[in-house]
């Protein structure tokens, strides 16, 4: 598993502290040994009875502002675009450069496109195409498609 080589090459770098190891949902996340992207940065989210999730704690925000450069996120492809935006506000608040996406951090994105899409239906993804609306341009980045006679992982 492509998370598990990265995570091992940290190890020996002796610098596993730098990463930051998430996914989209529970079951993911405990197959790669880390937490849901949401709760590993606080990440508010607003369900339909109010409830609001808390701020990060300081101790937290030390933590990923001081020790943590590089963020694995799994499943990333169920993420929505309001989930993007969130991600994107959070990762500049702990630590502030304005010209860099996402805060500086350095992300890598593991997800097939061809299953399990954002469950809101606010995509990202459109006709093959990755679209970064709104965040910094307007860039499209064509993705493969998988034949129909390719077997499934």
């Not at 596993?16 to 949902?25: F, H, K, N, P």
Request: with cysteine; proline share 4%.
């Amino acid at each position: 598993m492509l998370i598990g080589v990265v995570e091992q090459w940290f190890l020996k770098l002796n610098k596993r502290d730098e990463l930051g190891l998430t996914a989209t949902s529970g079951a993911a996340a405990a197959n790669i040994g880390g937490r849901t992207l949401h709760t590993a940065l606080d990440i508010p989210i607003v369900r339909g009875d109010g409830y609001r999730a808390q701020e990060m704690s300081q101790d937290r925000k030390l933590e990923w502002a001081s020790e943590k450069y590089f963020l694995v996120i799994d499943e990333f492809q169920r993420m929505d675009s309001i989930a993007w935006e969130k991600l994107d506000q959070q990762l500049h608040s702990l630590r502030p450069e304005p010209t860099d996406p996402f805060g500086g951090f350095h992300i890598v994105f593991v997800g097939d496109f061809l299953q399990l899409p954002a469950v809101s239906g606010l995509y990202i993804t459109r006709a093959n195409q990755l679209v970064c609306k709104g965040l910094y341009s307007d860039e499209k980045l064509t993705l493969p498609s998988r034949s129909s006679n390719t077997a499934s992982d």
